[in-house]
């Protein structure tokens, strides 16, 4: 069965950067796009990144382009979020989650989810 291990949240100041990483075990790492998603407190859970099984293509939600860069190592079955720029509208428990599609970007074609972990950007 796979698993998902998101690392990296934290609490920073707007305009600051983290990068988060979410290493997947169970499953072979090149067979799946890996996505990440957000939920802040009180909202429905959101797409922010999504990279392809190759990593040669990724898309973005509109609030993070720009801004979030999403990359994956397949030597270390790990996918990475670099966020830049950080708003504390960013603020969320982010999640990492694999899927066997393209580059999809709604949570139910989503099959293992990572426990998430806690951003707070503050003004």
């Known amino acids: 069965q796979a698993h998902l291990e998101e690392s990296g949240g934290g609490s920073v100041q ?14 072979t790492f090149g067979g799946y796009a890996m996505g990440w ?3 802040a407190p009180g909202k429905e859970r959101e797409f922010v990144a999504v990279v392809s099984k190759s990593g040669d293509s990724a ?7 720009g801004r979030f860069t999403v990359s994956r190592e397949s030597g270390q079955n790990t996918v990475y979020l670099q966020m830049n720029s950080l708003k504390p509208e960013d603020t969320a428990v982010y999640y990492c989650a694999s899927s066997p599609g ?11 989810w990572g426990q998430g972990t ?6």
């Open 102 to 112: 393209f580059t999809p970007t709604r949570a139910y074609e989503y099959d293992y």
């Open 59 to 65: 898309v973005y939600a509109d609030s993070v382009k």
């Open 14 to 27: 707007t305009g600051n950067s983290l990068r988060l990483s979410c290493v997947l075990s169970g499953r």
């Open 118 to 123: 806690q951003v707070t950007v503050s003004s």
């Open 37 to 39: 998603f957000r939920q």
